[in-house]
């Protein structure tokens, strides 16, 4: 089992920067992915990035690409997403995810690659 904690959510205006926070714990080992997916009422849940853990290969989504960053600190277990040039449509409930090491089916933008999930953070972003 892997219990994922996040944080850093909150309201923040338009053009503003938010940093989120995913503290994992539990089954942790190898090379695990971190994912990022943001979802709406009523809508599927949308690819954010993600994070091969030991190598720190970087994947984006288009909708974030160029104004997000992810990142992982190993030795806390935590990742990260940076999100600067906030606009209105990126508001949404934010989810971090964690992929465990096996032969990729899908690609690391479909969520149902991810086996664990976090409860979910709140950004709003106000124009």
């Known amino acids: 089992q892997v219990q994922l904690v996040e944080s850093g959510g909150g309201s923040v205006q338009a053009g503003g920067s938010l940093r989120l926070s995913c503290a994992a714990s539990g089954r942790t080992f190898g090379n695990y992915a971190m994912g990022w997916f943001r979802q709406t009422p009523g809508k599927e849940r949308d690819f954010v990035a993600a994070i091969r853990w030991t190598s720190a290969s970087t994947y984006y989504g288009d909708s974030v690409k160029g104004r997000s960053t992810i990142s992982r600190d190993n030795a806390k277990n935590t990742g990260y997403l940076q999100m600067n040039s906030l606009k209105s449509e990126d508001t949404a409930v934010y989810y971090c995810?964690?992929?465990?090491?096996?032969?990729?089916?899908?690609?690391?933008?479909?969520?149902?690659?991810?086996?664990?999930w976090g409860q979910g953070t709140q950004v709003t972003v106000s124009s």
């Open positions: 995810a964690v992929r465990l090491p096996r032969p990729m089916t899908g690609s690391y933008n479909d969520w149902h690659e991810y086996d664990y």
